[in-house]
């Protein structure tokens, strides 16, 4: 392997750990983001925004490295960061969810529910 090559290794790998912390940060925010009273929506909001453009420079660093590396796919390293991307994905889906106020129509059928209760 040229000393180009392995150059470009390195930093390709350094990148990905920077990546690789950024999504710790954001697992570790919304472990505590329930407890934390001074908790907002916005800063949830901005978080979620910057997942996606995450995971696609994680695929793009991750292939670049396992051409020049000339490895396999690696399989247990990307089902890592998925699962947690994911999960952290889903999760902030549910707490933006949880701080939505109710739609009107729930809104009109818990006021005049029992109203329509046959």
């Known amino acids: 392997m ?20 950024s999504l710790d940060r954001i697992v570790k925010y919304l472990d505590t983001y329930e407890r934390d009273k001074n908790s907002n929506l916005a800063e949830l909001n901005k978080r979620k925004d910057i997942l ?19 490895i396999e796919c690696e399989d247990s390293e990307r ?18 969810s949880d701080h939505s106020p109710p ?3 729930i809104k009109q059928k818990e006021e005049f529910g029992s109203i329509f209760i046959q």
């Open 103 to 105: 739609s009107i129509e």
């Open 52 to 70: 996606e453009p995450m995971l696609n420079q994680y695929e793009n660093i991750q292939e670049q490295i396992e051409e020049l590396a000339d």
């Open 2 to 21: 040229s000393t180009d090559t392995v150059s470009s290794l390195k930093s390709l790998r350094t990148k990905r750990t920077c990546l690789w912390h």
């Open 79 to 96: 089902e890592e960061f998925d699962r947690k991307y994911f999960h952290s994905v889903g999760l902030i889906d549910k707490l933006i």
